[in-house]
Nanobody, 121 residues
Framework: VQLQASGGGLVQAGGSLRLSCAAS????????MGWFRQAPGKEREFVGR????????AYPDSVKGRFTISRDNTKNTVYLQMNSLKPEDTAVYYC???????????????WGSGTLVTVSS
């Protein structure tokens, strides 16, 4: 499956952004989807995941209550709504697809190209 993330940009602290990830090539609903991010000089970290139908989600404590993942299987798209953004949220954000509903980076077989989110203080 091919993935293309978009929607990144520059936002002030406390602001919001919505990222999108469009999928093509395979049956989108066969894949659980995840979002990850990588800040300069840091490891790529898990940001959230959503199940195949969208009825289950999971987030790390660092973004819980601020970030929300959703998906529209009719549009082959997954979204990441980010609210109350902080400067430490600055990173390149990646969407990824997995056959399993997991948070482990290595379990994701397909990755998008990433979109940069910069949060100014």
């Amino acid at each position: 499956v091919q993935l293309q993330a978009s929607g990144g940009g520059l936002v002030q602290a406390g602001g919001s952004l919505r990222l999108s990830c469009a999928a093509s090539g395979r049956t989108f609903s066969n894949y659980a989807m995840g979002w990850f991010r990588q800040a300069p000089g840091k490891e790529r970290e898990f940001v959230g995941r959503i199940s195949w139908s969208g009825d289950s989600t999971a987030y790390p404590d660092s973004v819980k209550g601020r970030f929300t993942i959703s998906r529209d299987n009719t549009k082959n798209t997954v979204y990441l709504q980010m609210n109350s953004l902080k400067p430490e949220d600055t990173a390149v954000y990646y969407c990824a697809a997995s056959r399993a509903f997991v948070s482990i980076r290595s379990m994701y077989s397909y990755w998008g190209s990433g979109t940069l989110v910069t949060v100014s203080s």
